[in-house]
């Protein structure tokens, strides 16, 4: 592990992807991912605006904001699943995060994008749920990192992404 990351920014580290990845692991990224939306909305259902316009650390987003990126983020790991389910190896579109995090949408209150969060989640269980080997090694190319996931990497990278930014959340100081 990279030990010189910022922990505020990184209070779980980078992302652990595999050498190897067991079903028991797969079926852990599984659970993982289909309780983020509950455990999300638990932490932050009780906020008050002050907290949710907080930032998580010096120069990082508002809370809310984390709460909208969650969604955005996760619908297009929906979209990057499919992709390379339905196209042999596609190259993916990467966004442009921090330019989508100061969009009107971000003003929304946090419900919007909780209530969205259960439903991309549980697409991705679905999907997850139905997939075989084959399938689970489908990959695509994310060009921004020169990069090709596997849908097993998705499963990591997702798995991960939602308790990394429950941790920015949750190590807020209000």
Known sequence: MNTNLDPKRYPIGPCPYPELYTPELLQQYRNEIDVFPAALENVVQHFNEAQLQTPYREGGWTINQVIHHCADSHMNAVLRIKLALSIEHPTINPYPEEIWAEMSDYNLPFNNSITLLFAIHRKLVKLIDSLTEEQ???????????????????????????????????????
């Open 136 to 174: 689970w090694n489908r990959t695509y190319l994310h060009p921004q990192y020169q990069k090709v996931f596997t849908i097993k990497d998705v499963a990591c990278l997702y798995a991960w992404h939602g308790k990394h930014h429950l941790a920015h959340i949750t190590h807020t100081v209000f």
